[in-house]
C-alpha cells in the first residue's frame, strides 16, 4: 500500500511540518501575551466576584473616649434600627417602641446588652461599654415615645 508517488510524500511531509511549526512557534509567540492575560483574566474575576459593599460594626469616632447615645445609635444601632432591619423597631416607631418600652427600661437594657432574637450582643460592637449600650437604648427609647 506504499504510495510511489514523490509528489504525495513531499505533500504529507510539507503537512507535517508545518503542524510541527505551529505546535512549536504559536506558544513562544504568545509567551509575553499570555502570562498578561491571564493575569488580566484574574484581576477581571476578581473585581467580577468582589462583594459591592463590607459592613463593619463600631463604636463611632475611634477617638477612645466614652460616646453618647445619640453617637452609638448613629454609628451602631442606626444600621438596622434605621431600616427595621430583621424586625428591629425603627427609630421613631412609637407603635413598635409601646410593647417593648412596656417592659421596662432594665429589660430593654438587657437585650442591648446580651443580645436578642436577630440582634447580637451590643449591637455587633462589642467594644461598647454597659453604660455606652445603655444611653443609646435611652436615646432609642426618648425617640420613640
Not at 463590607?54 to 454609628?75: H, R
Not at 428591629?88 to 437585650?111: C, E, M, V, Y
Request: proline fraction near 4%; charge should be positive.
Amino acid at each position: 500500500m506504499a504510495d510511489k508517488n514523490p509528489s504525495s510524500k513531499i505533500m504529507y511531509l510539507s503537512i507535517a511540518l508545518a503542524v510541527v511549526l505551529i505546535a512549536v512557534v504559536v506558544p513562544f509567540s504568545m509567551s509575553g501575551k499570555g502570562k498578561s492575560d491571564s493575569v488580566s483574566n484574574a484581576d477581571d474575576v476578581e473585581s467580577r466576584i468582589a462583594p459591592i459593599a463590607k459592613i463593619e460594626m463600631q463604636a463611632g469616632g475611634g477617638d477612645g473616649g466614652v460616646k453618647d447615645g445619640k453617637t452609638v445609635y448613629n454609628t451602631v444601632c442606626a444600621g438596622c434600627h434605621g431600616a427595621g432591619v430583621l424586625g428591629a423597631p425603627k427609630f421613631g416607631d412609637k407603635a413598635a417602641w409601646a410593647p417593648r418600652i412596656g417592659q421596662g427600661i432594665a429589660t430593654l437594657n438587657s437585650h442591648a446588652i446580651n443580645g436578642i432574637r436577630g440582634m447580637p450582643a451590643r449591637g455587633g460592637a462589642a467594644s461598647l461599654s454597659d453604660d455606652e449600650v445603655k444611653g443609646a437604648v435611652e436615646y432609642m427609647v426618648n425617640g420613640s415615645k
